[in-house]
């Protein structure tokens, strides 16, 4: 009989050393092949940073990786570059008016400040950009969830016009269709304020996003400007069903780019 209480006493303390592990893991462990088999999630993180903000770098490399590590799956990352830090020494290359009002939109929708690095995860809950632990554990929770609408994207270009057909599946009520004209890399070397000196790398540079008005349709056409030197290896376009009133994301896309979308 000792053997086998020999036994059961290591099989015992075993269990004991695996969850006290368990419970006392890092943050920083949170698994990074986001989801749950089966889930037909998705997460999109809307990232406002800029350039002259020293502390916006650590959250621009936080989700190039994530965007880097997620080929496969539905986690779309769109960085956008605000104009408030512009007068503070140093104007960002990539700076817009329209991403400040759309950050300012989410301060009234979510209740919370204007900050950088802010990032949005899918219009309802926002985060520290550079929080990896708390931003991988949204991430997971999303990817986890069932979606009732999905939308389809495809993409072409044609003498300077971008057409991004869209279809949708579901109900999705009162939402309004955004689309993302996305450069994925660039380098900046930044002359003065708080980088100064600093050469920056920036991904999923959100250029221009267009508000298309569904009316009740599901399916339809958008015909919109593409940028110069657009192309299908540089560029992407991503979509998404946003709610008017509440800010909610409810479906999420990368286009499908033809052969026809050659470098302008």
């Avoid at 050393?17 to 809307?46: D, M, Q, S």
């Avoid at 899918?122 to 991988?136: H, I, M, P, Q, Y």
């Avoid at 869209?166 to 380098?187: E, F, H, R, S």
Wanted: a positive charge; aromatic letters at 8%.
């Amino acid at each position: 009989m000792k053997p086998f209480k020999l036994i059961f006493v290591c099989a015992g303390v075993g269990l004991m050393l695996f969850i006290v592990a368990f419970v006392n893991r890092p943050a920083a462990t949170i698994k990074k092949n986001h989801g749950v088999a089966g889930a037909r999630g998705f997460a999109l993180l809307e990232l406002f940073t800029s350039e002259g903000c020293s502390s916006c770098t650590a959250a621009d490399d936080l989700l190039a990786q994530i965007q880097k590590e997620s080929p496969n799956e539905p986690v779309y990352v769109l960085a956008y570059h605000v104009d408030y830090w512009d007068r503070l020494g140093w104007k960002d290359t990539f700076s817009d008016s329209d991403f400040t009002k759309r950050q300012y939109a989410y301060s009234n929708w979510l209740g919370a400040q204007v900050y950088t690095p802010q990032v949005v995860i899918n219009g309802k809950t926002e985060c520290v950009g550079s929080d990896e632990a708390v931003l991988r554990k949204r991430i997971n929770y999303e990817l986890a969830l069932a979606p009732v609408e999905v939308i389809d994207l495809k993409a072409s270009l044609k003498n300077g016009s971008l057409s991004v057909s869209y279809q949708i599946t579901g109900k999705p009520g009162d939402v309004q269709l955004q689309i993302a004209i996305v450069q994925k890399n660039a380098i900046s070397k930044v002359a003065r304020g708080e980088n100064s000196g600093r050469t920056l790398s920036h991904a999923q540079i959100v250029r221009k996003i267009y508000p298309v008005s569904l009316k009740e349709r599901l399916s339809g056409t958008a015909v919109l400007k593409a940028p110069q030197r657009f192309n299908a290896q540089d560029w992407e376009v991503i979509g998404f069903l946003q709610n008017t009133k509440m800010g909610k994301i409810i479906a999420a896309a990368k286009a499908g780019l033809s052969n026809a979308a050659t470098t302008l």
